[in-house]
């Protein structure tokens, strides 16, 4: 089966490149950050090195699905809100 997903940027430019059938794409990634960067025309050297998946085993990339009932919008929100149409 041919290469597929995130991996180790065979280019050394950024910290992981989107691979589609063992071809590196545009998509790259910096941390969290996902930009575009199309890859040099050369063939990339060794093997591709799969990025390890980030697993949150504590739970604190997870909420609530009432947590937006309960908490509502910030005070600063009504600041710039008028209920007839009007801001500021």
Known sequence: MDEEGWYVDPFGRHEARWISDAVP???VRDGRIESHDPPPDTVYPGTLQPVPEESRADGTDLRRADEAETTGPGPDVWSVVD???GTG
Do not use: D, M, R, W
């Open 25 to 27: 794409t545009a998509l």
């Open 83 to 85: 209920p007839y149409g």
